[in-house]
Protein backbone atom coordinates (compact mmCIF):
# COMPACT_ATOMS: atom_id res chain seq x y z
CA UNK A 1 0.00 0.00 0.00
CA UNK A 2 1.15 3.58 -0.84
CA UNK A 3 0.08 7.02 -0.42
CA UNK A 4 0.42 10.51 -1.94
CA UNK A 5 1.68 13.66 -0.47
CA UNK A 6 1.14 16.83 -1.79
CA UNK A 7 3.33 19.69 -0.04
CA UNK A 8 2.70 23.31 -1.21
CA UNK A 9 4.99 25.31 1.10
CA UNK A 10 4.41 28.78 -0.91
CA UNK A 11 4.74 30.82 2.67
CA UNK A 12 6.80 28.48 4.45
CA UNK A 13 8.71 25.05 4.31
CA UNK A 14 6.52 21.74 4.92
CA UNK A 15 8.81 18.91 6.21
CA UNK A 16 8.17 15.58 4.88
CA UNK A 17 8.26 14.35 8.31
CA UNK A 18 5.74 16.76 9.55
CA UNK A 19 3.57 15.65 6.47
CA UNK A 20 3.84 11.80 7.47
CA UNK A 21 3.30 12.01 10.94
CA UNK A 22 -0.19 13.88 10.01
CA UNK A 23 -2.04 10.81 8.11
CA UNK A 24 -4.11 8.65 9.54
CA UNK A 25 -2.57 5.72 11.87
CA UNK A 26 -3.53 2.95 9.06
CA UNK A 27 -1.00 4.73 6.25
CA UNK A 28 1.65 4.61 8.90
CA UNK A 29 3.99 1.30 7.56
CA UNK A 30 3.27 2.25 3.88
CA UNK A 31 5.56 4.00 1.75
CA UNK A 32 4.49 7.38 0.70
CA UNK A 33 5.09 9.18 -2.75
CA UNK A 34 6.06 13.32 -1.95
CA UNK A 35 5.85 15.50 -3.91
CA UNK A 36 6.78 19.41 -3.81
CA UNK A 37 4.62 22.11 -5.98
CA UNK A 38 5.67 25.41 -4.87
CA UNK A 39 5.62 28.19 -8.06
CA UNK A 40 7.52 30.78 -5.85
CA UNK A 41 8.70 31.44 -2.14
CA UNK A 42 6.15 34.35 -0.78
CA UNK A 43 6.27 35.40 2.59
CA UNK A 44 3.29 35.70 4.18
CA UNK A 45 1.43 38.90 3.66
CA UNK A 46 3.57 40.05 0.33
CA UNK A 47 2.14 41.77 -2.21
CA UNK A 48 1.82 39.68 -5.34
CA UNK A 49 2.10 41.32 -8.82
CA UNK A 50 2.80 38.21 -11.39
CA UNK A 51 -0.39 35.91 -10.87
CA UNK A 52 -0.38 35.25 -14.49
CA UNK A 53 3.42 34.12 -14.23
CA UNK A 54 2.73 31.93 -10.64
CA UNK A 55 -0.31 30.66 -12.64
CA UNK A 56 1.91 29.27 -15.56
CA UNK A 57 4.39 27.92 -13.44
CA UNK A 58 2.62 25.82 -10.92
CA UNK A 59 0.10 24.56 -13.64
CA UNK A 60 3.51 23.19 -15.16
CA UNK A 61 4.97 21.78 -11.86
CA UNK A 62 1.38 20.23 -11.98
CA UNK A 63 1.77 18.50 -15.24
CA UNK A 64 5.23 17.69 -14.76
CA UNK A 65 5.01 16.05 -11.25
CA UNK A 66 1.61 15.30 -9.41
CA UNK A 67 -0.25 14.15 -13.18
CA UNK A 68 2.21 11.31 -14.69
CA UNK A 69 2.10 10.52 -10.36
CA UNK A 70 -1.59 10.25 -10.23
CA UNK A 71 -1.81 8.50 -13.84
CA UNK A 72 0.37 5.67 -12.52
CA UNK A 73 -0.81 5.06 -9.84
CA UNK A 74 -5.02 5.40 -9.89
CA UNK A 75 -7.28 5.28 -6.89
CA UNK A 76 -4.32 5.92 -4.45
CA UNK A 77 -5.23 8.00 -1.70
CA UNK A 78 -3.80 11.71 -1.79
CA UNK A 79 -3.22 13.87 1.40
CA UNK A 80 -3.04 17.81 0.37
CA UNK A 81 -0.52 20.09 2.77
CA UNK A 82 -0.91 23.41 1.72
CA UNK A 83 0.20 27.10 3.29
CA UNK A 84 0.31 29.17 0.22
CA UNK A 85 -1.98 32.09 -1.27
CA UNK A 86 -5.79 31.15 -1.49
CA UNK A 87 -6.02 31.61 -5.12
CA UNK A 88 -2.80 29.50 -5.56
CA UNK A 89 -4.73 27.08 -3.52
CA UNK A 90 -8.17 27.21 -5.12
CA UNK A 91 -6.39 26.80 -8.46
CA UNK A 92 -4.41 24.03 -7.74
CA UNK A 93 -7.29 21.91 -6.53
CA UNK A 94 -8.95 22.90 -9.92
CA UNK A 95 -6.09 20.81 -11.77
CA UNK A 96 -6.70 17.50 -9.80
CA UNK A 97 -9.81 15.59 -10.91
CA UNK A 98 -12.84 15.62 -8.06
CA UNK A 99 -13.14 11.96 -8.15
CA UNK A 100 -9.56 11.85 -6.56
CA UNK A 101 -9.57 10.34 -3.33
CA UNK A 102 -8.02 13.68 -1.65
CA UNK A 103 -7.61 14.77 1.77
CA UNK A 104 -6.98 17.95 2.32
CA UNK A 105 -5.24 18.56 5.79
CA UNK A 106 -5.78 20.50 8.64
CA UNK A 107 -3.20 22.87 9.98
CA UNK A 108 -4.00 24.32 14.19
CA UNK A 109 -4.32 27.83 14.10
CA UNK A 110 -2.37 28.31 17.54
CA UNK A 111 0.13 25.32 17.00
CA UNK A 112 0.75 25.50 13.42
CA UNK A 113 0.56 21.33 13.49
CA UNK A 114 -0.95 19.39 10.36
CA UNK A 115 -3.72 17.33 11.53
CA UNK A 116 -5.88 14.90 9.47
CA UNK A 117 -9.01 16.26 11.62
CA UNK A 118 -9.38 18.41 14.56
CA UNK A 119 -11.28 17.71 17.71
CA UNK A 120 -14.86 18.38 16.42
CA UNK A 121 -16.33 21.04 19.19
CA UNK A 122 -19.50 22.10 16.83
CA UNK A 123 -22.45 20.97 14.16
CA UNK A 124 -21.29 23.05 11.28
CA UNK A 125 -24.55 25.51 9.84
CA UNK A 126 -24.31 27.07 6.64
CA UNK A 127 -26.95 30.14 5.40
CA UNK A 128 -26.95 31.23 1.34
CA UNK A 129 -28.43 34.08 0.34
CA UNK A 130 -29.00 35.50 -3.45
CA UNK A 131 -29.53 32.42 -4.92
CA UNK A 132 -31.98 32.84 -8.22
CA UNK A 133 -35.18 31.58 -8.32
CA UNK A 134 -36.14 32.40 -12.20
CA UNK A 135 -34.42 31.79 -15.21
CA UNK A 136 -32.13 35.34 -16.65
CA UNK A 137 -30.68 34.97 -20.00
CA UNK A 138 -27.93 37.77 -19.32
CA UNK A 139 -24.81 36.74 -19.78
CA UNK A 140 -23.71 39.31 -17.15
CA UNK A 141 -21.35 38.11 -13.63
CA UNK A 142 -22.11 36.93 -10.28
CA UNK A 143 -20.43 37.58 -7.31
CA UNK A 144 -19.72 34.38 -4.70
CA UNK A 145 -19.19 35.97 -1.64
CA UNK A 146 -17.91 32.56 0.79
CA UNK A 147 -17.27 33.51 4.33
CA UNK A 148 -16.04 30.62 6.28
CA UNK A 149 -13.35 32.45 8.36
CA UNK A 150 -14.90 35.76 8.24
CA UNK A 151 -17.84 37.03 6.98
CA UNK A 152 -17.17 38.86 3.33
CA UNK A 153 -18.09 42.23 2.95
CA UNK A 154 -20.72 42.06 -0.05
CA UNK A 155 -20.81 45.86 -0.87
CA UNK A 156 -17.01 45.70 -1.15
CA UNK A 157 -16.80 43.01 -3.56
CA UNK A 158 -19.65 44.04 -5.86
CA UNK A 159 -17.61 47.25 -6.29
CA UNK A 160 -14.54 45.13 -7.19
CA UNK A 161 -16.96 43.69 -9.83
CA UNK A 162 -18.66 46.66 -11.14
CA UNK A 163 -20.78 47.78 -14.06
CA UNK A 164 -20.84 43.54 -15.28
CA UNK A 165 -22.49 42.47 -11.98
CA UNK A 166 -26.00 40.56 -12.64
CA UNK A 167 -26.34 38.99 -8.74
CA UNK A 168 -24.81 39.00 -5.57
CA UNK A 169 -24.50 35.17 -3.89
CA UNK A 170 -23.43 34.57 -0.05
CA UNK A 171 -22.52 31.40 0.78
CA UNK A 172 -21.71 32.05 4.66
CA UNK A 173 -21.22 29.47 7.90
CA UNK A 174 -23.59 30.91 10.46
CA UNK A 175 -20.49 31.09 13.39
CA UNK A 176 -17.43 31.91 10.82
CA UNK A 177 -13.91 31.45 12.38
CA UNK A 178 -10.58 30.05 11.65
CA UNK A 179 -11.04 26.46 12.80
CA UNK A 180 -15.16 25.79 12.33
CA UNK A 181 -14.75 23.07 9.87
CA UNK A 182 -12.78 20.19 11.82
CA UNK A 183 -13.10 16.83 9.75
CA UNK A 184 -13.01 15.73 6.65
CA UNK A 185 -16.72 15.05 6.75
CA UNK A 186 -17.49 18.98 7.14
CA UNK A 187 -15.13 19.14 3.86
CA UNK A 188 -17.35 16.94 2.32
CA UNK A 189 -20.88 18.58 3.47
CA UNK A 190 -18.86 22.46 1.95
CA UNK A 191 -18.42 20.49 -1.09
CA UNK A 192 -21.64 19.81 -1.43
CA UNK A 193 -23.28 23.20 -1.02
CA UNK A 194 -20.55 24.50 -3.54
CA UNK A 195 -22.23 22.11 -5.94
CA UNK A 196 -25.38 23.19 -5.56
CA UNK A 197 -24.77 26.61 -5.61
CA UNK A 198 -23.22 25.94 -8.82
CA UNK A 199 -25.69 23.66 -10.42
CA UNK A 200 -28.63 26.08 -9.51
CA UNK A 201 -26.14 29.52 -11.04
CA UNK A 202 -25.81 26.99 -13.99
CA UNK A 203 -29.39 26.26 -14.89
CA UNK A 204 -30.69 29.55 -13.98
CA UNK A 205 -28.23 31.39 -15.65
CA UNK A 206 -27.59 29.31 -18.92
CA UNK A 207 -25.47 32.08 -20.42
CA UNK A 208 -23.64 33.46 -17.61
CA UNK A 209 -20.47 35.04 -18.44
CA UNK A 210 -18.31 34.68 -15.39
CA UNK A 211 -18.64 34.02 -11.63
CA UNK A 212 -16.49 35.94 -9.42
CA UNK A 213 -14.87 34.13 -6.38
CA UNK A 214 -14.29 36.49 -2.95
CA UNK A 215 -13.34 33.82 -0.30
CA UNK A 216 -12.32 34.00 3.06
CA UNK A 217 -11.90 30.19 3.91
CA UNK A 218 -9.20 27.99 6.09
CA UNK A 219 -6.46 26.27 3.91
CA UNK A 220 -8.36 22.95 3.06
CA UNK A 221 -11.65 24.61 2.39
CA UNK A 222 -10.30 26.60 -0.70
CA UNK A 223 -8.65 23.65 -1.99
CA UNK A 224 -12.29 21.51 -1.60
CA UNK A 225 -13.52 24.71 -3.75
CA UNK A 226 -10.94 23.83 -6.08
CA UNK A 227 -11.45 20.29 -6.57
CA UNK A 228 -15.44 20.92 -6.97
CA UNK A 229 -14.47 23.07 -10.11
CA UNK A 230 -15.37 21.67 -13.57
CA UNK A 231 -13.89 22.67 -16.66
CA UNK A 232 -15.90 21.75 -18.89
CA UNK A 233 -19.08 22.72 -17.12
CA UNK A 234 -18.36 25.80 -14.79
CA UNK A 235 -18.39 29.14 -15.84
CA UNK A 236 -14.93 31.47 -16.18
CA UNK A 237 -13.85 31.91 -12.63
CA UNK A 238 -12.24 35.11 -11.51
CA UNK A 239 -10.43 34.28 -8.35
CA UNK A 240 -9.21 36.82 -5.72
CA UNK A 241 -6.43 37.53 -2.65
CA UNK A 242 -7.70 39.99 -0.03
CA UNK A 243 -5.83 42.71 0.93
CA UNK A 244 -5.43 44.73 3.62
CA UNK A 245 -5.35 48.11 1.74
CA UNK A 246 -8.43 50.38 2.22
CA UNK A 247 -8.25 51.13 -1.18
CA UNK A 248 -7.91 48.08 -3.08
CA UNK A 249 -9.42 45.56 -0.60
CA UNK A 250 -9.35 42.84 -3.22
CA UNK A 251 -7.06 41.97 -6.14
CA UNK A 252 -7.81 39.61 -9.31
CA UNK A 253 -5.61 37.12 -9.26
CA UNK A 254 -5.82 33.43 -11.03
CA UNK A 255 -8.82 33.22 -13.67
CA UNK A 256 -10.07 29.54 -14.10
CA UNK A 257 -11.60 28.34 -16.66
CA UNK A 258 -10.21 30.85 -18.84
CA UNK A 259 -10.78 29.71 -22.72
CA UNK A 260 -7.46 29.69 -24.20
CA UNK A 261 -6.33 28.81 -27.20
CA UNK A 262 -4.22 24.86 -27.41
CA UNK A 263 -0.91 25.56 -26.74
CA UNK A 264 1.67 25.37 -28.73
CA UNK A 265 3.60 22.63 -28.48
CA UNK A 266 7.49 23.43 -29.78
CA UNK A 267 10.54 21.22 -31.15
CA UNK A 268 13.74 20.91 -29.82
CA UNK A 269 14.81 22.79 -32.39
CA UNK A 270 12.87 25.77 -31.72
CA UNK A 271 13.45 25.59 -27.99
CA UNK A 272 17.69 25.86 -29.24
CA UNK A 273 16.51 28.90 -31.33
CA UNK A 274 14.89 30.55 -28.90
CA UNK A 275 18.13 30.07 -26.88
CA UNK A 276 20.35 31.33 -28.82
CA UNK A 277 18.51 34.33 -29.51
CA UNK A 278 18.18 34.93 -25.63
CA UNK A 279 22.24 34.42 -25.76
CA UNK A 280 22.28 36.89 -28.84
CA UNK A 281 20.18 39.62 -27.15
CA UNK A 282 21.77 39.61 -23.58
CA UNK A 283 25.09 40.21 -25.48
CA UNK A 284 23.68 43.01 -27.19
CA UNK A 285 22.08 44.00 -24.23
CA UNK A 286 25.18 43.93 -21.97
CA UNK A 287 27.98 45.00 -24.26
CA UNK A 288 26.61 46.58 -27.50
CA UNK A 289 24.11 49.29 -25.89
CA UNK A 290 26.44 50.13 -23.20
CA UNK A 291 28.90 50.80 -25.34
CA UNK A 292 26.65 52.93 -27.90
CA UNK A 293 25.04 54.77 -24.19
CA UNK A 294 28.60 55.67 -23.45
CA UNK A 295 29.70 57.05 -26.71
CA UNK A 296 26.22 59.23 -26.34
CA UNK A 297 28.19 60.39 -23.29
CA UNK A 298 30.78 62.13 -25.23
CA UNK A 299 28.41 64.22 -27.46
CA UNK A 300 27.40 67.44 -26.21
CA UNK A 301 24.34 67.82 -23.24
CA UNK A 302 20.65 68.81 -23.99
CA UNK A 303 17.69 67.56 -24.92
CA UNK A 304 17.20 63.38 -25.47
CA UNK A 305 17.35 63.85 -29.23
CA UNK A 306 20.00 66.76 -29.65
CA UNK A 307 22.76 63.53 -28.35
CA UNK A 308 21.40 61.24 -31.51
CA UNK A 309 22.03 63.28 -34.50
CA UNK A 310 23.61 66.62 -35.88
CA UNK A 311 21.94 65.66 -39.34
CA UNK A 312 18.55 66.08 -38.48
CA UNK A 313 16.30 69.68 -37.40
CA UNK A 314 14.76 68.16 -34.26
CA UNK A 315 12.98 71.60 -33.80
CA UNK A 316 9.12 70.03 -33.96
CA UNK A 317 10.56 67.43 -31.47
CA UNK A 318 11.78 70.65 -29.41
CA UNK A 319 8.09 71.05 -26.90
CA UNK A 320 6.69 70.37 -24.05
CA UNK A 321 5.31 67.27 -25.04
CA UNK A 322 8.58 65.59 -26.45
CA UNK A 323 11.41 67.28 -25.03
CA UNK A 324 10.77 66.09 -21.28
CA UNK A 325 11.75 62.54 -22.04
CA UNK A 326 15.09 61.00 -20.68
CA UNK A 327 18.38 60.55 -22.81
CA UNK A 328 19.53 57.03 -22.58
CA UNK A 329 22.12 58.65 -20.75
CA UNK A 330 20.35 58.94 -18.08
CA UNK A 331 18.39 55.51 -17.93
CA UNK A 332 18.68 54.05 -14.98
CA UNK A 333 17.89 50.22 -16.26
CA UNK A 334 20.23 49.74 -19.40
CA UNK A 335 23.39 49.85 -18.20
CA UNK A 336 22.48 47.06 -15.96
CA UNK A 337 20.19 44.72 -17.67
CA UNK A 338 20.34 41.36 -18.65
CA UNK A 339 18.17 38.76 -20.17
CA UNK A 340 17.37 35.79 -17.73
CA UNK A 341 18.76 32.36 -20.25
CA UNK A 342 16.43 30.13 -18.05
CA UNK A 343 13.08 31.19 -17.92
CA UNK A 344 11.38 29.94 -21.08
CA UNK A 345 8.29 29.92 -20.02
CA UNK A 346 6.43 33.88 -19.14
CA UNK A 347 3.55 35.08 -19.23
CA UNK A 348 1.99 38.28 -21.66
CA UNK A 349 5.07 37.34 -23.41
CA UNK A 350 8.00 38.88 -21.52
CA UNK A 351 8.53 40.20 -17.65
CA UNK A 352 10.88 42.11 -15.85
CA UNK A 353 12.33 41.91 -12.82
CA UNK A 354 13.30 45.74 -11.53
CA UNK A 355 14.97 44.82 -8.68
CA UNK A 356 17.44 41.96 -10.33
CA UNK A 357 17.79 43.96 -13.59
CA UNK A 358 16.18 40.89 -15.07
CA UNK A 359 14.87 40.66 -18.71
CA UNK A 360 12.63 37.42 -19.07
CA UNK A 361 11.39 36.24 -22.58
CA UNK A 362 8.79 33.34 -23.73
CA UNK A 363 9.75 30.88 -26.50
CA UNK A 364 6.71 31.77 -28.06
CA UNK A 365 7.83 35.32 -28.79
CA UNK A 366 11.01 34.03 -30.35
CA UNK A 367 9.36 32.10 -32.96
CA UNK A 368 6.90 33.81 -33.75
CA UNK A 369 9.15 37.14 -34.07
CA UNK A 370 11.70 34.58 -36.19
CA UNK A 371 8.67 33.40 -38.40
CA UNK A 372 7.63 36.64 -39.39
CA UNK A 373 11.01 38.47 -39.56
CA UNK A 374 13.10 35.52 -41.22
CA UNK A 375 16.88 37.36 -41.14
CA UNK A 376 18.88 36.97 -38.24
CA UNK A 377 20.23 40.44 -38.31
CA UNK A 378 16.24 41.72 -38.38
CA UNK A 379 15.49 39.51 -35.48
CA UNK A 380 18.44 41.33 -33.34
CA UNK A 381 17.43 44.21 -34.48
CA UNK A 382 13.72 43.98 -32.99
CA UNK A 383 15.16 42.91 -30.36
CA UNK A 384 17.15 46.00 -29.73
CA UNK A 385 14.26 47.97 -30.59
CA UNK A 386 12.00 45.97 -28.28
CA UNK A 387 14.32 46.91 -25.08
CA UNK A 388 15.09 50.39 -26.01
CA UNK A 389 11.26 50.97 -26.00
CA UNK A 390 10.48 49.07 -22.69
CA UNK A 391 12.87 50.61 -21.17
CA UNK A 392 11.66 53.96 -21.26
CA UNK A 393 8.41 52.57 -19.90
CA UNK A 394 10.44 51.26 -16.46
CA UNK A 395 13.08 53.92 -16.64
CA UNK A 396 11.28 56.79 -17.41
CA UNK A 397 7.33 56.11 -17.86
CA UNK A 398 7.44 55.09 -13.79
CA UNK A 399 5.71 51.93 -15.15
CA UNK A 400 6.52 49.13 -12.73
CA UNK A 401 4.69 45.91 -11.68
CA UNK A 402 2.42 47.97 -9.41
CA UNK A 403 1.19 50.60 -12.27
CA UNK A 404 1.14 48.11 -14.17
CA UNK A 405 -1.16 45.71 -13.31
CA UNK A 406 -4.52 46.57 -15.10
CA UNK A 407 -3.28 49.33 -17.16
CA UNK A 408 -4.78 48.22 -20.06
CA UNK A 409 -8.14 49.33 -18.43
CA UNK A 410 -6.43 52.95 -19.21
CA UNK A 411 -6.45 52.97 -23.44
CA UNK A 412 -5.68 56.75 -23.35
CA UNK A 413 -2.79 56.53 -21.49
CA UNK A 414 -0.72 53.64 -22.39
CA UNK A 415 -1.69 54.85 -26.00
CA UNK A 416 0.57 58.06 -25.45
CA UNK A 417 2.98 56.25 -23.35
CA UNK A 418 3.63 53.37 -25.92
CA UNK A 419 3.82 55.81 -28.44
CA UNK A 420 6.27 58.57 -26.90
CA UNK A 421 8.42 54.59 -26.67
CA UNK A 422 7.76 54.01 -29.80
CA UNK A 423 9.58 57.19 -31.72
CA UNK A 424 12.08 56.76 -28.48
CA UNK A 425 13.46 53.46 -29.55
CA UNK A 426 13.36 54.40 -33.14
CA UNK A 427 15.02 57.58 -33.43
CA UNK A 428 17.94 56.31 -30.69
CA UNK A 429 17.89 53.63 -33.34
CA UNK A 430 18.59 55.45 -36.17
CA UNK A 431 21.59 56.93 -34.16
CA UNK A 432 22.68 53.34 -33.16
CA UNK A 433 22.43 52.44 -37.27
CA UNK A 434 24.69 54.99 -38.11
CA UNK A 435 27.49 54.13 -36.06
CA UNK A 436 27.45 50.60 -35.80
CA UNK A 437 25.61 49.15 -38.79
CA UNK A 438 27.99 48.63 -41.78
CA UNK A 439 24.80 48.56 -43.92
CA UNK A 440 23.21 51.85 -42.98
CA UNK A 441 23.24 54.28 -46.01
CA UNK A 442 22.60 58.06 -45.19
CA UNK A 443 21.37 58.57 -48.75
CA UNK A 444 18.42 55.69 -48.12
CA UNK A 445 17.21 57.82 -44.96
CA UNK A 446 13.34 56.98 -46.12
CA UNK A 447 14.15 53.45 -46.74
CA UNK A 448 15.51 52.49 -43.27
CA UNK A 449 12.84 54.47 -41.09
CA UNK A 450 10.57 52.95 -43.57
CA UNK A 451 12.33 49.40 -42.89
CA UNK A 452 12.58 49.74 -39.29
CA UNK A 453 9.09 50.93 -38.71
CA UNK A 454 7.95 47.45 -40.28
CA UNK A 455 10.26 45.69 -37.84
CA UNK A 456 8.62 47.08 -35.18
CA UNK A 457 5.04 46.30 -36.20
CA UNK A 458 6.16 42.90 -37.14
CA UNK A 459 7.40 42.90 -33.28
CA UNK A 460 3.90 43.66 -32.03
CA UNK A 461 2.82 41.31 -34.27
CA UNK A 462 4.65 38.65 -32.88
CA UNK A 463 2.35 38.86 -29.17
CA UNK A 464 -0.62 38.03 -31.41
CA UNK A 465 0.56 35.35 -33.82
CA UNK A 466 -0.40 32.09 -32.82
CA UNK A 467 -0.19 30.56 -36.19
CA UNK A 468 -3.86 31.07 -36.49
CA UNK A 469 -6.45 34.23 -37.48
CA UNK A 470 -7.10 36.28 -34.85
CA UNK A 471 -10.53 36.53 -34.15
CA UNK A 472 -11.14 39.69 -32.14
CA UNK A 473 -8.55 42.08 -31.02
CA UNK A 474 -8.30 44.66 -28.29
CA UNK A 475 -9.15 48.10 -29.72
CA UNK A 476 -6.60 49.49 -28.04
CA UNK A 477 -4.13 47.37 -29.80
CA UNK A 478 -5.84 47.83 -33.16
CA UNK A 479 -5.29 51.58 -32.67
CA UNK A 480 -1.42 51.16 -32.18
CA UNK A 481 -0.94 49.26 -35.89
CA UNK A 482 -3.17 51.95 -37.28
CA UNK A 483 -1.53 54.86 -36.13
CA UNK A 484 2.08 52.83 -37.24
CA UNK A 485 0.56 52.09 -40.62
CA UNK A 486 -0.52 55.60 -41.25
CA UNK A 487 2.31 57.08 -40.09
CA UNK A 488 4.76 54.81 -42.90
CA UNK A 489 1.92 55.90 -45.49
CA UNK A 490 3.08 59.65 -44.43
CA UNK A 491 7.02 59.03 -43.80
CA UNK A 492 6.35 57.39 -47.74
CA UNK A 493 5.17 60.80 -49.16
CA UNK A 494 8.19 62.70 -47.31
CA UNK A 495 10.89 64.23 -49.19
CA UNK A 496 13.54 65.82 -46.30
CA UNK A 497 14.66 64.27 -42.35
CA UNK A 498 13.24 67.52 -41.34
CA UNK A 499 9.68 66.27 -43.23
CA UNK A 500 10.17 63.11 -41.41
CA UNK A 501 11.03 64.45 -37.71
CA UNK A 502 7.90 66.53 -38.43
CA UNK A 503 6.19 63.47 -39.45
CA UNK A 504 6.98 61.48 -36.00
CA UNK A 505 6.60 64.51 -34.05
CA UNK A 506 2.64 64.60 -34.50
CA UNK A 507 0.92 61.32 -32.93
CA UNK A 508 -2.08 60.49 -35.05
CA UNK A 509 -5.78 60.60 -34.27
CA UNK A 510 -7.06 57.84 -36.33
CA UNK A 511 -9.84 55.02 -35.57
CA UNK A 512 -11.90 52.33 -37.00
CA UNK A 513 -15.29 51.92 -36.61
CA UNK A 514 -18.00 49.37 -37.74
CA UNK A 515 -17.24 45.97 -35.82
CA UNK A 516 -19.01 44.72 -33.21
CA UNK A 517 -17.92 45.30 -29.52
CA UNK A 518 -17.40 43.21 -26.69
CA UNK A 519 -16.02 44.03 -22.89
CA UNK A 520 -14.14 41.65 -21.23
CA UNK A 521 -13.05 42.11 -17.86
CA UNK A 522 -12.65 45.59 -17.72
CA UNK A 523 -11.31 45.65 -21.46
CA UNK A 524 -12.65 46.14 -24.61
CA UNK A 525 -12.74 44.41 -28.18
CA UNK A 526 -13.41 44.12 -31.32
CA UNK A 527 -15.08 41.49 -33.29
CA UNK A 528 -13.06 40.48 -35.91
CA UNK A 529 -15.82 38.17 -37.40
CA UNK A 530 -18.92 40.46 -36.75
CA UNK A 531 -19.74 43.53 -37.57
CA UNK A 532 -22.31 45.63 -35.75
CA UNK A 533 -23.30 47.60 -38.99
CA UNK A 534 -23.90 47.50 -42.48
CA UNK A 535 -20.13 49.02 -43.24
CA UNK A 536 -17.23 49.76 -41.67
CA UNK A 537 -15.94 53.70 -41.21
CA UNK A 538 -12.59 55.27 -41.03
CA UNK A 539 -11.86 58.55 -39.04
CA UNK A 540 -9.20 60.97 -39.03
CA UNK A 541 -8.19 64.38 -37.38
CA UNK A 542 -5.47 65.73 -38.86
CA UNK A 543 -4.61 69.34 -40.16
CA UNK A 544 -6.79 70.84 -37.79
CA UNK A 545 -10.13 69.07 -39.90
CA UNK A 546 -11.81 65.90 -39.11
CA UNK A 547 -12.09 63.17 -42.41
CA UNK A 548 -14.91 60.48 -41.67
CA UNK A 549 -15.63 58.03 -44.55
CA UNK A 550 -16.36 54.77 -45.77
CA UNK A 551 -13.17 53.65 -47.47
CA UNK A 552 -14.05 51.25 -50.82
CA UNK A 553 -11.89 48.73 -49.30
CA UNK A 554 -12.45 48.46 -46.23
CA UNK A 555 -13.28 44.87 -46.02
CA UNK A 556 -9.58 44.45 -46.59
CA UNK A 557 -8.52 46.37 -43.33
CA UNK A 558 -10.49 43.94 -41.53
CA UNK A 559 -9.11 40.86 -43.44
CA UNK A 560 -5.88 42.13 -42.58
CA UNK A 561 -6.38 42.46 -38.99
CA UNK A 562 -7.72 38.79 -38.96
CA UNK A 563 -4.99 37.39 -41.25
CA UNK A 564 -1.99 39.86 -39.00
CA UNK A 565 -1.41 40.99 -42.94
CA UNK A 566 0.07 44.65 -42.68
CA UNK A 567 0.07 44.88 -46.47
CA UNK A 568 -3.90 44.33 -46.57
CA UNK A 569 -4.12 47.19 -43.66
CA UNK A 570 -1.62 49.35 -45.55
CA UNK A 571 -3.67 49.05 -48.86
CA UNK A 572 -6.97 50.42 -47.24
CA UNK A 573 -4.99 53.67 -45.39
CA UNK A 574 -3.55 54.76 -48.29
CA UNK A 575 -6.74 54.81 -50.08
CA UNK A 576 -7.72 56.99 -46.73
CA UNK A 577 -4.49 58.76 -46.79
CA UNK A 578 -5.61 60.42 -50.31
CA UNK A 579 -8.89 61.28 -49.30
CA UNK A 580 -7.26 63.56 -46.22
CA UNK A 581 -4.09 64.93 -48.12
CA UNK A 582 -5.79 65.76 -51.67
Given at each position: MTYIIIKHPVHSEISDQECI??????????????????????ALGDTIDDWDQLEIIQRKQYSDKVKPV??????????????????????LGSLIDNWQQVYPMFRTHDTKEWRYELEHKMQVEYQVSGLPNDENLSNKDVSLNIGVSFKVNADATSDVVGESLMKVVNLEVVKPGYENLYDQNDLIEFGKQIDEVFNILISKFPHLSAVHIFASVPIPVAFVLGLKIQPNIYPILYTYQFKSSVETPCQLAIIINQPTEEKVVFTGEQYELAAKYRASWNDMLTQKLNRFIK???DKPKGNWF?????????????????????????????????????????????????????????????????????DEAVV??????????????????NINKQVADGIGSFPKVIEESDYHADVY??????????????????????????????????????????????????IRRMNRFLIWYWQSIRIKYTNSLKEIADVLSEKPVIEFSGLLIKASNQRVFYN?????????????YANGKVTRTTPPNYTRLIEGFRKLDGTLISDALEMLYKVVYK
Amino acid sequence: MTYIIIKHPVHSEISDQECIKAVPSEYKDAEPIIIEIRPAAIALGDTIDDWDQLEIIQRKQYSDKVKPVIDQNPGTPIFYFGFAPIPLIIHLGSLIDNWQQVYPMFRTHDTKEWRYELEHKMQVEYQVSGLPNDENLSNKDVSLNIGVSFKVNADATSDVVGESLMKVVNLEVVKPGYENLYDQNDLIEFGKQIDEVFNILISKFPHLSAVHIFASVPIPVAFVLGLKIQPNIYPILYTYQFKSSVETPCQLAIIINQPTEEKVVFTGEQYELAAKYRASWNDMLTQKLNRFIKNLNDKPKGNWFNYLSTDVDWSSFNVPYWRHLEPLTENKLLVRDKINQENITVANGFDYDQAAYEWSIDTSFFIALVKRLKDEAVVNKAGRLFLLHESLHYSYHNINKQVADGIGSFPKVIEESDYHADVYALLNDYAWSKLYDDKFDEQKYKTWFLDTIQVMVETMWSFDDTGEDLKEIQIRRMNRFLIWYWQSIRIKYTNSLKEIADVLSEKPVIEFSGLLIKASNQRVFYNLEKMAGSVGEMAVYANGKVTRTTPPNYTRLIEGFRKLDGTLISDALEMLYKVVYK
